[in-house]
Structure formats: C-alpha cells, structure tokens
C-alpha cells in the first residue's frame, strides 16, 4: 500500500509519469480498491475524521488517465469515462432503476439505492437509504442506518486533495431537499428537518439553551436541526440570511426503531 500511495503521490506531483504504466496502473489500482471498499477517501480516527489524501489524488488522476467511451445499458446510452459499478446482486445491494452507482463507489451490502446517484469516491454504509433523486457526491461519507430523502443533495469535495469531503455518520436522518457540502459533518442519529441547507460557513446555532450557541461546519450528534433565518445588517439594510436551528435532541429513552418519529413529532419537524 505505502508503494502504492507512493506512486500516486508522485503522478499526481507530475502527471507526465502517468505515461509510464507502472504510475497509470497504480492509479487504476487505487479506483479498484475504492470500489471494492477496501480504501477509503476519509476514516474516522481518533474521534475525529482523517482525510486519505493520496485517494482523493487517484480519484483526480483516474479522469485523466479513462478516456470517454459509449456506453449502452439496455435502451439506455451513456457517454462517459467511468463505467457503471457492476456485481451489485453478489454485494447484496438493492438499486432501483434508474438508479446509478458510478464504478469507484462503494456501497455496503444491505444498503438501498433507489432512482438516486451515488458518485466515485463516495461510501454508503449498510442499512442506508440513498432515496429518490438523492445524491451522493463525489467522495461523501454516508455511514449505517442513515436515510437520505428524497431529494437530498450531499455535496462532491474532490478539489483541493485535502480537503475534508461531507460526512454522514450513523444512524442519522436528513429530510427532503437537504444540501450538505463544502465538507459539513453530520454526527451520529443527527436529524436534519426538510429544507436545511448547510455550507462550511452556515451558522449552525443552538436555540436550546437560555443564549445561543454558534456552530459552523458541524452537527452534533442527536441534534434535531431545522432551517431558519437571522437578520443581518448589509449598506443598503437589513435582510434575513439563511441559518440552521437546533431545537432539541433525539431522546435516549426512545427506542432506535422510533427515535425519528418521536423527535419529528415533538418538535414538529418536517420529514
């Protein structure tokens, strides 16, 4: 692996050794691993989330090294320069047509992928629920037991290398039409209601306590979160931005299968 990492690295460095089929075959080599989940973009370490730059590279450098082809799926063309991911019935994944997981994904067996899209580099664990129109972005982090509704919008981060891509931990639910991007963590069995949308700069404020509290780029695990709006002063007057609201937590005498319904229904979330 550290061969392997080592080859990249220096392609990604000075493309022109992507020539030589020693680097080119290395970056293929990387995608494989992706896609058979044996690599990951990022890794939870030490309570925190690790980035594999060097993976992030391969991604960048497979483009360059794929060149376009048609492709024909039934009634179905495509004109791309990655394949479709293939061996979803021996990976016991379910995927609704017209569903599409691009080669260089990797999703877990028992996941569900209904008409959404999962993109290279992403990860969705098992007894997830990437739902209709739902997109999974380039290299997005989607652990177990989470729903993505329909319509939901993880964000791609493949440039800069380094760069922290969205992350989805366990258990967690994010209602329809959500955006997540630019890198936003959500923690485990978080709750986003219907309509938030967060950026890295989105103030992500906590209502809860007697004085808020302003988060950016992270939602605590078990927050139950809703779109809101705080006035901000510009030269021409005062406007409404958009904002996040935590209004509460999912409550640990709740039983998992429940939790969601209960913390909808409490604070009157919408789904």
């Known amino acids: 692996m550290n061969d392997l990492q080592d080859k990249i690295s220096a392609a990604y460095a000075d493309r022109t050794k992507l020539k ?9 080599a990387a995608v494989a691993l992706l896609d058979e989940g044996k690599l990951r973009v990022a890794e939870k370490s030490d309570g925190g989330w ?7 590279e391969a991604v960048l ?55 959404g899209y ?18 999974v972005g380039s290299c997005a982090q989607v652990g177990r037991n989470v729903h993505l509704s329909g319509g939901v919008g993880l964000g791609g981060v493949l440039e800069p290398p380094s760069a922290s891509p969205v992350i989805v931990e366990d258990g967690a639910f994010i209602g329809s039409r959500c955006i997540v ?23 992500i404020i906590d209502v809860t306590g007697p004085e808020e509290r302003i988060l950016k780029g992270r939602v605590p695990a078990r927050s ?3 779109p809101g709006a705080k006035p901000k002063l510009f030269p021409s007057g005062s406007y409404s931005v958009p904002c996040a609201l935590i209004i509460g937590q999912r409550r640990a005498s709740t039983d998992k299968k429940t939790t969601l319904n209960a913390a909808l229904r409490d604070f009157g979330v919408q789904a």
């Open 61 to 115: 450098l497979f483009f360059a090294i794929s060149e376009m082809k048609l492709m024909e799926v039934g009634p179905f063309e495509f004109h791309d320069k990655l394949p479709l991911k293939k061996g979803l019935d021996k990976a016991g994944v379910r995927l609704v047509p017209p569903g599409a997981v691009r080669y260089g994904a990797f999703v877990e067996s028992g996941a569900i992928v209904m008409p």
């Open 224 to 226: 139950v979160v809703i």
């Open 118 to 135: 999962v993109n290279i580099g992403a990860y969705v664990g098992s007894g997830s629920m990437v739902d209709t129109w739902a997109t």
């Open 20 to 28: 030589q089929p020693e680097f080119a075959n290395a970056v293929r």
């Open 50 to 56: 690790r980035v594999n730059v060097w993976v992030k």
């Open 181 to 203: 991007v630019e890198g936003v963590v959500v923690e485990e069995e978080a709750v986003l209601g219907a309509n938030v949308v967060l950026t890295a700069s989105t103030p």
